[in-house]
């Protein structure tokens, strides 16, 4: 069984930072593709980055292009999300998922993962 567990959410003002990291237990194959998703309330849940086994396919859902960075450390199970210049249309709760194997076209897709995280809350303030 896959776990994810995300954690590095928070508070910050407009025009600041934060780093969050996505810890995997149980079974995972470093092939898996990763991704970073967010759900504001009263919105779909929607895409924010992706990265691929190897991380040579990285796509950005265009409103956070420029400001945020997807990696993953295979060595340490881990995923991460750095998040600059953050503005207050940020504010969600950010989820990490896997997927044993994905394409292009699904990385940003809610219903291309099967393993997901419980979610850590990011707020901005203006």
């Known amino acids: 069984q896959v776990q994810l567990a995300e954690s590095g959410g928070g508070s910050v003002q407009a025009g600041g930072s934060l780093r969050l990291s996505c810890a995997v237990s149980g079974y995972i194959e470093n092939r898996f593709c990763m991704g970073w998703f967010r759900q504001a309330p009263g919105k779909e849940r929607e895409g924010v980055a992706a990265?691929?086994?190897?991380?040579?396919?990285?796509p950005y859902a265009d409103s956070v292009k420029g400001r945020f960075t997807i990696s993953r450390d295979d060595s340490k199970r881990t995923l991460y999300l750095q998040m600059n210049t953050l503005k207050p249309e940020d504010t969600a709760m950010y989820y990490c998922?896997?997927?044993?194997?994905?394409?292009?076209?699904?990385?940003?897709?809610?219903?291309?993962?099967?393993?997901w995280g419980q979610g850590t809350q990011v707020t901005v303030s203006s």
């Open positions: 998922a896997a997927i044993r194997t994905c394409t292009v076209s699904t990385m940003l897709a809610t219903w291309g993962y099967t393993y």
């Open positions: 990265i691929s086994a190897g991380g040579s396919i990285i």
